[in-house]
């Protein structure tokens, strides 16, 4: 089995409605929730001894991106802190070539942390909408 430092990941977003794919790689500290899981229904019944699920066949998921923040045109700030009035597309490559998760996502949160000593960070919540394909 393959490992990959982590500094081979790229991470792509389209930084208009419906734009093309813009790397953002060098804003991108860290990327987590990739892959996403499907959802689970509760079928407990009464009389059931312990909770009892059943896979509901739907996928669902976030991306959690932690950011270095830049406010220059095509990084996170123009990017994450601009209203969303569709699904934005994705490109996440962890091992920076051929292994892929692609989809559609909503923007869910983007919060800025400045802290003394420290460079200043963001952080960005996406909601994937649909499925993720893995290629």
């Known amino acids: 089995m393959a490992k990959f430092a982590a500094k081979v990941s790229t991470f792509k977003i389209d ?3 419906g ?7 060098a804003d991108v ?3 987590g929730g990739l892959p996403t899981a499907e ?8 009389g059931d001894a312990g909770r009892k699920s059943t896979p ?3 996928e669902e998921g976030t991306i959690d991106l932690e950011l270095l923040f830049d406010n220059a045109a095509s990084h996170c700030d123009p990017i994450f802190g ?11 490559k962890p091992d920076g070539s051929s292994h892929e998760y692609t989809g559609e996502c909503w923007k869910e949160n983007y919060s800025i942390e ?3 000593g420290d460079v200043v960070k963001a952080t960005a919540t996406l909601r994937v909408d649909g ?5």
């Open 19 to 25: 734009g093309s794919l813009t790397d953002i790689t």
């Open 131 to 135: 499925v993720v394909t893995r290629a």
């Open 114 to 116: 400045s802290r003394v």
């Open 15 to 17: 930084v208009t409605d």
């Open 56 to 58: 509901s066949d739907v």
């Open 29 to 31: 500290v860290r990327v």
């Open 39 to 46: 959802s689970l229904v509760d079928i407990t019944a009464l």
């Open 82 to 92: 601009a209203n969303w009035a569709q699904t934005r597309s994705f490109e996440f």
